[in-house]
């Protein structure tokens, strides 16, 4: 359980990440115990497979041509299983874009998801999924919005009440990210920062975007609690997220996590990451893999054999089948919907847009 100790100990000053099993599964400290029961355990590691088997079909579907521009998961899953467990029905979470278990952990139903990135606006609704924003492309410009939300809670005296906010290596050289934080800690806004440091910001390797010694260091300038942490070790994230939110929701402000993971597939579909790192790398983080390691404890443990496991990825399947099936037979999106909800009265120059829309649909030159 991470302390007041623990965060002294691993101080993002000293550049070593908190971490709980090793590549293989098993706990470096033999004294330690998980916080989570064996059937908790079990579960995460189903839905840490239910989000891969859903990643990797996303995928297919986009090279099928059935889908557009899609951002893989594949290698991060750890941290949004973890997230997943601990973000509650009343807290906030804003997402960036690569978040897909803690998406579905809030509510949000793959239909919406494949919708979404079909280009229907439709996807965006989430019509289960209880205090969550917009998927946000543009890198960091979430931050902002999430510190005022964490501002919003404290004015409301809102209790038990946190935001979750999602960001990725890149984003941390953004203004957002520094205004973001500054505003966060000015304020005690109860958000926890995640950053997702997958290592590339597209095709930039992080030793190119700064040169501070990680990225949980960028808190302290700011006086917020910082924690480099193990983003491949399941158990580490759900310790570090359970303990940062404990802290804000006690009114002690804001914390940051850097979520030092890989991403094993492409920045997107539209990108090849072989043009930019090496066949050496990518096996050494494949060593590391979240789902491999998370396997790994609970074989040794004797928590479950795992028998059913390809029985249960083909029920997975089916289901996401179905679900994309269900995103392809929805309605298309509304012309009215594109424009309709931003201005009370439609200014000239979007009904100009509107009706050169309108006729291009027609056919009309």
């Known amino acids: 359980m991470i302390d007041q100790k623990t965060l002294n100990k691993y101080d993002p000053i000293k550049n070593k990440a908190y971490q709980l099993i090793d590549d293989e599964g098993k706990p470096l400290d033999k004294t330690w115990k998980p916080r989570l029961s064996n059937a908790e355990i079990l579960q995460a590691y189903k839905d840490l497979l239910f989000e891969r088997t859903a990643d990797l079909?996303?995928?297919?579907?986009?090279?099928?041509?059935r889908m557009f521009t899609y951002p893989p998961n594949i290698g991060q899953e750890a941290i949004h299983i973890a997230a997943g467990i601990v973000t509650k029905e009343q807290d906030w979470l804003v997402p960036a874009f690569r978040e897909l278990g803690a998406w579905l952990a809030k509510g949000v139903s793959l239909k919406e998801?494949?919708?979404y990135f079909k280009g229907n606006e439709d996807g965006s609704r989430f019509e289960k999924a209880n205090r969550m924003l917009p998927i946000a492309v543009p890198i960091a410009s979430q931050f902002p919005h999430a510190v005022g939300l964490g501002y919003a809670i404290n004015y409301n005296k809102e209790k038990d009440t946190a935001v979750f906010a999602y960001v990725g290596d890149g984003g941390t050289s953004e203004?957002?990210?520094?205004?973001?934080?500054?505003f966060a800690a000015v304020w005690n806004a109860p958000v926890i920062f995640i950053i997702q440091n997958n290592q590339f910001a597209i095709s930039v390797p992080l030793k190119m975007q700064t040169k501070s010694i990680n990225l949980a260091i960028k808190g302290l300038a700011y006086n917020i609690p910082s924690l480099m942490v193990d983003g491949n070790d399941f158990f580490a994230m759900h310790e570090a997220l359970s303990y940062a939110r404990e802290q804000a929701v006690a009114g002690k402000g804001p914390f940051l996590i850097e979520a030092?993971?890989?991403r094993t597939g492409a920045h997107t579909t539209s990108?090849?990451?072989s043009k930019y790192r090496s066949k050496e790398e990518e096996e050494h983080w494949a060593q590391k893999d979240p789902l491999k390691r998370l396997k790994g404890y609970i074989l040794h443990s004797k928590i479950d054999e795992l028998k059913d496991e390809e029985e249960l990825i083909k029920g997975f399947k089916k289901h996401i089948d179905s679900e994309f099936e269900a995103a392809e037979n929805h309605p298309e999106y509304k012309v009215e919907d594109v424009f309709g909800y931003m201005y009370a009265e439609l200014p000239d120059e979007l009904k100009r847009q509107k009706n050169a829309?309108?006729?291009y649909l027609r056919g009309v030159k």
């Open 57 to 65: 079909m996303a995928v297919s579907y986009q090279r099928q041509g």
């Open 113 to 115: 998801l494949f919708l």
């Open 175 to 182: 203004g957002d990210f520094h205004e973001a934080l500054n």
């Open 260 to 262: 030092k993971t890989y």
């Open 271 to 273: 990108d090849d990451p």
């Open 357 to 359: 829309y309108e006729n």
